[in-house]
């Protein structure tokens, strides 16, 4: 949980990559589930009890919850195929326009980005993490930051200005990808905000 909040402090608000970030962070409205699953099913449980309990409680006290899932969905590929559960879950528990959810992940990958693209570091986290967070904290978020569609576009700028060199330097945990796994990602739906 600590490499958790290292990043979101060094690299989401340190580089501003999430202008809304830094007011839920301060006010202690963000909320950090590790889960121990291993599996999808366990992880599914876990999530469900996550959106469950952002859901009971006013935004005032949890506005956003970061679920991290350090055993389970390593590989990104499988990862990025499993959200379509997530939001599964989301449906089934009526919560689909009350909370959305956003992903992150040590090796994330933009689609038709190379691996290595230092771009893609603007979601990458030090563990597989399901970002829930509320549609109503969004809008409000958006209604005061007008140009909220160039966060993504400031965002790759950002990260090419860094480069690899500082991003290592940052520390927090979400490495370059390994070895002999660059290539291509056919399609990666979250894109970081």
Same mark, same amino acid.
């Given at each position: ?10 690299a ?14 301060v ?16 992880l ?7 959106l ?11 506005d956003t ?11 990104f ?7 379509? #559960? *997530?939001? %599964? $879950? ?5 919560? &689909? +326009? !009350? ?7 040590? /090796? ?9 693209d ?15 967070l ?24 950002v ?8 991003? #290592? *330097?940052l %520390? $927090?945990?979400?490495s370059?990808?390994? &070895? +002999? !796994? ?7 739906? /979250?894109?970081?905000?």
């Open positions: 949980m600590q490499d958790t909040k290292a990043w979101l402090e060094r989401v608000i340190g580089l501003n990559l999430c202008p809304f970030a830094r007011a839920v962070h006010k202690g409205q963000v909320h950090y589930a590790v889960s121990a699953a291993q599996g999808t099913h366990e599914l449980a876990d999530l469900a009890t996550q469950k309990e952002l859901a009971s409680l006013p935004a005032d006290v949890r919850t970061l679920l991290m899932a350090p055993d389970c969905l390593r590989d590929f499988d990862f990025n195929e499993f959200l379509a #559960q *997530a939001d %599964d $879950v989301l449906v089934d528990l009526g919560l &689909e +326009g !009350d909370i959305q959810i956003a992903s992150f992940h040590p /090796h994330y990958q933009f689609a038709g980005m190379l691996q290595d230092i771009t893609n570091y603007t979601n990458r986290a030090p563990y597989p993490t399901l970002h829930l509320r549609e109503a904290s969004i809008d409000r978020a958006v209604e005061s930051f007008p140009d909220a569609e160039a966060i993504f576009g400031r965002n790759m700028l990260m090419q200005e860094l480069g690899h060199a500082g991003w #290592q *330097a %520390d $927090v945990g979400a370059s990808p390994a &070895e +002999g !796994d660059a290539g291509f990602v056919a399609s990666s739906r /979250h894109e970081s905000s």
